[in-house]
């Protein structure tokens, strides 16, 4: 029976960051479901954000507020029990949807024919600040920089339709190594402004993830998340389940470019699910 593949986005994104990866997977036969974590599709959306009035965009309150790591798990559980009523799940988290993927994996193993990590966080030993506070794991430069502070809001705000030409270039160094002017700024467009201050402290748990099949994708240009720390997972992941190491791939691409340009991507998930056919 076919798989389906649950996509979990990365910080502030919605399921619409997924749509060019759909549209791939779908000539190729396969099934896809791209989720909205909660609060996500609209979070800090208004009429203050899409006119630009940054005071009163800055003072708004957060929708984000309160909404937990815990939220988005419980939320994926539930989309994972009923797609696996129709077949395999493979689920799929780019970016900070690491967090969710490796949570959902260590609570209902059971479910999953197969987890993958595209540029993804899958913390083993320690917690994001944990891998943050080794100098090779931080990524260089600047990067987004929130409206106001996060502890007041509640949650991160940002603003993606700045025009200010310095920030939009520092982002797209920071994201993309193919994309076009034109193509950062609409994928900024669709990005949700508020993100949850959560992102959770779950680690591997060999026990349950670690039975599992599990991917990881390389993004060997990814100046977001540093190779360095995409290979530290693999290699702490592999140690701790060597029975069930991690399957690995490379694409020579940015942070956001399997988004984007999702041609190699859908090629490598598309091999995922000939292999985990008929699992689970």
């Known amino acids: 029976m076919q798989p389906t593949f ?158 200010d030409p310095a920030h939009l270039a520092a982002l797209k160094r920071a994201w993309t190594t193919t994309g076009t002017d034109a193509e950062v700024v609409a994928f900024l467009s669709a990005l949700d402004p508020d993100e949850s201050r959560d992102a959770g402290s779950d680690l591997v748990n060999p026990a349950a993830w670690g039975q599992i099949p599990h991917t990881y994708i390389r993004l060997t240009e990814d100046a977001n998340m540093p190779l360095a720390l995409q290979d530290h997972f693999i290699e702490e992941a592999d140690a701790l389940t060597p029975d069930n190491p991690f399957d690995v791939h490379s694409l020579p691409l940015g942070h956001i470019d399997p988004l984007l340009h999702p041609t190699g991507l859908a090629e490598i998930l598309a091999g995922t699910a000939d292999y985990s056919e008929g699992a689970r």
Request: some cysteine.
């Open 6 to 163: 649950v996509l979990i986005p990365g910080s502030h994104a919605a399921g619409r960051c997924f749509t060019a990866l759909q549209r791939e997977l779908a000539v190729r036969g396969h099934r896809s479901l791209a989720v909205d974590l909660p609060g996500h599709g609209t979070a800090g959306f208004s009429a203050a954000y899409q006119a630009q009035d940054l005071a009163t965009f800055t003072a708004e309150p957060s929708p984000m507020a309160g909404i937990t790591h815990a939220d988005n798990v419980a939320h994926v559980i539930d989309l994972v029990r009923r797609v696996r009523e129709h077949g395999p799940v493979i689920l799929v988290g780019h970016s900070r949807g690491g967090f969710t993927v490796t949570s959902v994996a260590n609570a209902v193993p059971d479910l999953l024919a197969r987890t993958v990590y595209v540029s993804a966080w899958c913390c083993v030993t320690g917690t994001a600040a944990d891998y943050l506070a080794t100098p090779a794991f931080r990524a260089p430069g600047s990067g987004p920089i929130p409206v106001d502070d996060p502890k007041r809001l509640g949650a991160v705000r940002m603003n993606w339709r700045t025009t």
